[in-house]
């Protein structure tokens, strides 16, 4: 089984690039996530959406958008992005608990 | 506020010790516990989860966590650890019925040879 895929495993952009971050899962879950990782400072929640059709802010949502596309998938999308926004990205999916994570995205922005 | 604390951000022990990383919550009702372990480059794997009954629970890779409700605690316990677990652990808690999680900042460990 594949359970969460996200694509790409790494990018490079230049500040005020935009890029979507991709997300895949098929374990038929209802809740997705997305969140961001940087050093000391665990997981913080981007956006998550509960279930097809609806998202909400997570903790750190500036600077991100969100897509529900269907059951399976769930991509953010950065605008214009900010050395700021460097990080490693999580998607995750559940249904109830507990969450299963994909491999990341390593995002650098110079 | 809910939040977790996990105050250890490095521990190194020898391969063979015993282990204990700590993990503290503040939460007014009994939450979901959850306590997850990334390798290097990798995403995060479930260790073991806690959601009610038996407050001892045991994990996968010989692991085990103790929940203790006077001391909002769930620490994560191995008898005897291997070259393998050198990892980053994070422990997470569970609030509310959007499933979303609070996550402590996680705790290195190292394993000396």
């Known amino acids: 089984n594949a359970g969460v895929t996200q694509t790409p495993k790494f990018q490079v952009l230049k500040t005020g690039q935009s890029m979507t971050l991709q997300c895949a899962q098929d374990?038929?879950?209802?809740?997705m996530y997305w969140y961001r990782q940087d050093p000391g400072m665990g997981l913080r929640l981007i956006y998550y959406?509960?279930?097809?059709?609806?998202?909400d802010k997570g903790e750190v949502p500036n600077g991100y958008n969100v897509s529900r596309l269907n059951k399976r998938e769930f991509s953010l999308r950065l605008e214009s992005a900010a050395p700021s926004q460097t990080s490693v990205y999580f998607c995750?999916?559940?249904?109830?608990?507990?969450?299963?994570f994909g491999d990341g995205t390593r995002l650098s922005i110079l | 506020a809910q939040s977790v604390t996990q105050p250890d951000i490095h521990i190194t022990v020898s391969e063979g010790a015993s282990l204990e990383l700590r993990c503290n919550y503040s939460?007014?009702?009994?939450?979901?516990l959850f306590w997850y372990v990334q390798s290097p480059g990798q995403g995060l794997q479930l260790l073991l989860k806690?959601?009610?009954?038996d407050t001892l629970v045991q994990g996968i890779k010989g692991f085990e966590a103790e929940f203790k409700r006077s001391q909002s605690s769930f620490n994560l316990r191995k008898p005897s650890v291997h070259w393998s677990d050198a990892a980053e652990y994070f422990c997470a808690v569970g609030v509310d019925s959007n499933y979303q999680l609070i996550w402590g900042a996680g705790t290195k460990l190292i394993i000396k040879p």
């Open positions: 959406s509960a279930s097809e059709g609806t998202t």
């Open positions: 995750a999916s559940s249904e109830g608990q507990p969450q299963h």
């Open positions: 806690y959601f009610s009954g």
């Open positions: 374990m038929n879950h209802n809740s």
């Open positions: 939460y007014g009702a009994t939450p979901y």
